[in-house]
């Protein structure tokens, strides 16, 4: 044990950490045991002093339909332009709208977050200079301001160095958290939540992206402490603002905008990703530049502390690792979804339901077509962005979906984790396939009969969990994401929370595709999960749980447009 009474090898931590944080039924996770307002942190990082390029207001402007995601050849990547990159930032990281009661006026983002705290920040890394004469940012390292709608440029980067790394046409877009922003609701459960958050982001940016017809992938293999440096993280504390929260980083995505049959056909277009070598180089070269603009401290004060948070943090931070090509899969394709809307339209109108309808029942086609979009496929959002292995599998409570019996099923998304589920759990469980299920779902009902009570005690007893048509709670092979040398380790834990919000986005835009609502829940009882479903030790664990269903709102809010209070902004016409 350290000084501080926390283990000190990694593994042995976050173990530590994980079964320290979980909720029970007498005593939650250690957190402030209330909200001191006073203290509340600002949503919304800046960067004072750092020149800002102004961005379009280009969400509008794309009328790419959300159906066409669907399909991997289905949307004719957009060129890369101040349009393009616009709305890229404002359909994954930007304002969706405002709601207000009161008196009271706060902004919900295309990219959910636990308690709506958004410990999230996006950074753009764009490379050389464009030789196609697009009007883009000059090479350099840049923080999304989602407020203003504008990227504040932190440095300056030497052009021909990053277009080493970053070939015209593709850009890094980095990913970094604050995790005070969730300690001072949740205390030591923070460090949960925001690698949650993460995960939602990462899908947020791969649909966004996917309507703009580009390529992502989470870049896995770069140390964490080059993306530190990339980011200009390690240079956030000037000697004027020593206090202000720390960002830590997450990871780095690369997004391609090329066309796939210009990179077949040139043999000079490199269509690989950039390597941890090249990506070292330039955060070598990042570093050495000078960095512009001060942080705005986000709190005036910090009325609690939560050393453990920064300890498993600390524990999860890796070097360079291998590289993970994943199995190749051909599932059948995804049944069109019939929504008529366009893919910016449905990304920012999702909401999270606060409440259901206990009267809202969905259509069993519409339950298989909203799972469907959990199954990996190459080319479909958000999977092909992710670059570890998958270890995620949803328990779902079905409680009204006309035409499949309630009770509970299991979603296995590998055959790894059918195995583990069924050697994991108990022997009496049936593991039937409705025979109504779609090939591509390897769904089981284990046991049918009305489990809405027990949905609802596992989740807090919130109501959310049973009055809606169907909850679930996301099982992970935890054992193996943390076993060093199967592609997991100290930050296979960071990763299976990254998979796990990467499911909740899609279940998110896969319930608003067919008319109905989801949200996340994250104050469940970890362990009460596990002994329904038998599981002993900690070779699978529940790390996030969803429900979704008829949504019921709030007739006292006031919703406003997101960008309102930019009303000279330029707006793009046509993407």
């Known amino acids: 044990m350290s000084d501080t009474g926390f283990p000190q090898q990694p593994e042995e931590l976050i173990r530590f950490y994980h079964n320290r944080v979980k909720h029970r039924p007498q005593e939650f996770a250690p957190g402030p045991g209330g909200m ?34 669907d399909r991997a050849d289905g949307v004719e990547p957009r060129p890369l332009t101040m349009n393009t990159l616009a709305a890229l930032f404002e359909l994954s990281l930007g304002l969706a709208a405002w709601k207000s009661i009161s008196g009271q006026r706060w902004a919900l983002r295309c990219n959910p977050s636990s308690g709506n705290l958004h410990p999230t920040e996006g950074y753009l890394v764009m490379g050389g200079e464009p030789t ?15 407020l203003n709608h504008t990227l504040e440029q932190r440095a300056e980067l030497d052009p ?77 504390l000037p000697p004027a603002a020593a206090e202000v929260e720390v960002e830590a980083p997450d990871l780095l995505l690369w997004i391609d905008t090329r066309d796939a049959d210009d990179l077949a056909d040139d043999p000079d277009l490199d269509p690989h990703p950039p390597s941890p070598e090249r990506i070292a180089d330039l955060a070598g070269a990042a570093a050495g530049t000078r960095w512009q603009g001060d942080p705005n401290k986000l709190s005036g004060r910090h009325s609690h502390e939560w050393p453990i948070v920064a300890a498993v943090s600390r524990a999860t931070f890796k070097g360079v690792t291998e590289s993970y090509i994943a199995p190749p899969t051909e599932p059948p394709p995804m049944e069109a979804t019939p929504t008529t809307q366009k893919a910016a339209d449905l990304i920012r109108n999702r909401r999270s339901a606060q409440s259901f309808d206990a009267n809202v029942s969905i259509d069993r086609d519409a ?23 998958l270890r995620l599998h ?38 039937v396939k409705p025979d109504t299920c779609p090939e591509s779902l390897n769904l089981y009902l284990l046991a049918a009969g009305d489990l809405r009570e027990h949905a609802k005690v596992i989740s807090c007893s919130q109501d959310i969990a049973s009055d809606s048509a169907f909850s679930l709670g996301m099982l992970a092979e935890f054992d193996s ?22 499911l909740g986005q899609a279940l998110y835009l896969g319930a608003e595709a067919e008319g109905v609502n989801g949200t996340g829940i994250g104050c469940f009882l970890d362990d009460l999960l596990h002994e329904i479903l038998t599981l002993e030790g900690t070779r699978m664990q529940s790390l996030y749980h969803f429900t ?28």
């Open 132 to 146: 196609h004469g697009a009007p883009l940012p000059h090479s350099g390292v840049y923080h999304y301001n989602a």
């Open 160 to 236: 021909e160095e990053a277009a080493a790394c970053l070939p015209e046409g593709t850009f890094l877009l980095g990913l970094s958290s604050i995790h005070w922003r969730e300690e001072w609701k949740y205390g030591e459960r923070a460090y949960r939540y925001c690698q949650l958050d993460v995960g939602h982001a990462i899908a947020g940016v791969r649909y966004a992206a996917a309507a703009l017809g580009w390529r992502v992938l989470a870049l896995s293999e770069p140390a964490d402490g080059d993306t530190l440096q990339l980011l200009g993280l390690d240079q956030s």
């Open 394 to 431: 949803p328990m779902l409570f079905v409680h009204r979906v006309r035409g499949l019996p309630a009770g509970l099923y299991a979603l296995p998304r590998s055959e790894s984790g059918e195995m583990a589920l069924r050697e994991s759990m108990r022997e009496t469980f049936a593991w």
């Open 481 to 502: 994401g943390l076993e060093p040398g199967s592609h997991g380790g100290p930050h296979g834990y960071r990763q299976m929370y990254w998979e796990a919000g990467m």
């Open 548 to 575: 979704v269903g008829g949504g019921l709102e709030d007739d006292r809010l006031t919703t406003e447009p997101p960008y309102g209070h930019l009303s000279d902004r330029p707006k793009a016409e046509w993407i």
């Open 36 to 69: 001191d307002w006073a203290t509340q942190p600002d949503p919304f990082r800046d960067f004072h002093g750092a020149p800002a390029v102004i961005l379009p207001l280009a969400a509008d402007g794309l009328r790419v339909p959300f159906a066409d995601l």
């Open 367 to 389: 339950f298989y077509r909203i799972l469907d979009r959990l199954v990996p496929r190459p080319g479909i959002a958000p999977w092909d962005a992710q670059s570890w292995p």
